[in-house]
């Protein structure tokens, strides 16, 4: 068994007789392919072209991918065994164990939109709450309220994550407002939607 080195590898090779005659040494010169196998990772929602995630490649051996950023993504950078880049398409040599990682951030905003009270009605119930749903591109995780001039609130999500809910409000006789907002898991924060209602005793 040969211990070969990839690339280019010589092999020589000469026969001595019984009476100590050497033949002629002969030389091969041959080339050892050796391939490994390649790991790409995706962080966010995007694609790479080509990917070679679980390939055979030639070890030393120069390869190209593209990193492509999906609908409300976009890309971040390269990273892993290679020098950090933020240019989506990346040239490496390849190499044993390599791993690469290709990172896709989320930036589009939820939305968030108030259902209970509806613009201009007028309440009359006796114990009022707010009401709305909220939805993201990967999940809402929080939705915060204000009522007229009081301080930002939590409300209650659904287990559905869509619906949104605040306790009992205590409106004022006359015109109330109710604004609300939503953030999701990267961050991104929604446009505050308001409504003011009237609130009849």
């Known amino acids: ?34 391939n490994v196998p390649m790991s790409v990772q995706i962080v966010g929602q995007g694609t790479v072209t080509p990917n070679y995630n679980g390939a055979l490649l030639q070890l030393s051996n120069s390869y190209s991918m593209t990193a492509k950023a999906a609908k409300g993504f976009a890309f971040q950078n390269w990273s ?17 164990n390599l791993v690469l990682i290709a990172t896709f951030k989320d930036i589009a905003p939820p939305v968030c939109i108030i259902t209970t009270p509806t613009l201009n009605q007028t309440v009359t119930s006796a ?10 591109n990967v999940g ?28 009992v409000l205590t ?8 604004q609300a907002f939503a953030v999701d ?17």
């Not at 809402?140 to 306790?167: D, E, K, L, M, R």
Request: net charge positive.
């Open 1 to 34: 068994n040969l211990t070969l080195i990839p690339g280019t590898n010589i092999l020589a090779a000469y026969a001595v007789d019984t009476t100590g005659n050497n033949s002629l040494t002969n030389t091969v010169k041959f080339v050892y392919v050796l």
């Open 80 to 96: 892993g065994g290679i020098t950090t880049t933020t240019n989506a398409t990346i040239k490496f040599t390849m190499q044993s």
């Open 127 to 136: 114990a009022p709450t707010a009401a709305g749903k909220a939805s993201d």
């Open 140 to 167: 809402v995780t929080s939705v915060s309220y204000q009522f007229n001039n009081g301080g930002w609130n939590a409300a209650t999500i659904a287990a559905n994550g869509t619906n949104w809910c605040t306790p």
């Open 171 to 178: 409106p004022l006789s006359g015109s109330n407002v109710i």
């Open 185 to 201: 898991g990267a961050g991104n924060t929604s446009p505050t939607t308001s409504v003011r209602f009237k609130y009849v005793i």
